[in-house]
């Protein structure tokens, strides 16, 4: 996704910690299906609430302790950080509309 930069397990907290905007972390997996459909769900988010939100991706194959430490057991999970804590989640496929008034963007 070319507006969602990844993030790893070695950069996921410092990430996190250090963003001066609300964060949203998509986890998911090259081999899932719903996650390959969100995608480009959430690719627009991040391009047209640049400046208000950033947004993020895990592949929770190449950051497992990430995924654990959030407690991510299905993909596609959406996690809503403010000030660097988890604020809110949604969890499986699910619509632009959904994502936008659930995280108040």
Do not use: H
């Not at 963003?19 to 899932?32: E, I, M, N, R």
């Amino acid at each position: 996704m070319a507006n969602v930069p990844a993030l790893t397990d070695a950069t996921f907290e410092e990430t996190i910690k250090n963003a001066s905007l609300p964060v949203v972390v998509d986890f998911g997996a090259t081999w899932c299906g719903p996650c390959r459909q969100l995608n480009p769900i959430v690719e627009g988010i991040a391009k047209d609430y640049e400046g208000k939100v950033q947004v993020f991706a895990v592949d929770i194959d190449n950051a497992p302790k990430s995924a654990q430490r959030f407690s991510v057991r299905s993909v596609p999970t959406l996690i809503l950080f403010k000030g660097g804590a988890k604020a809110d989640q949604i969890v499986g496929l699910t619509s632009r509309d959904r994502i936008v008034k659930q995280f108040g963007l």
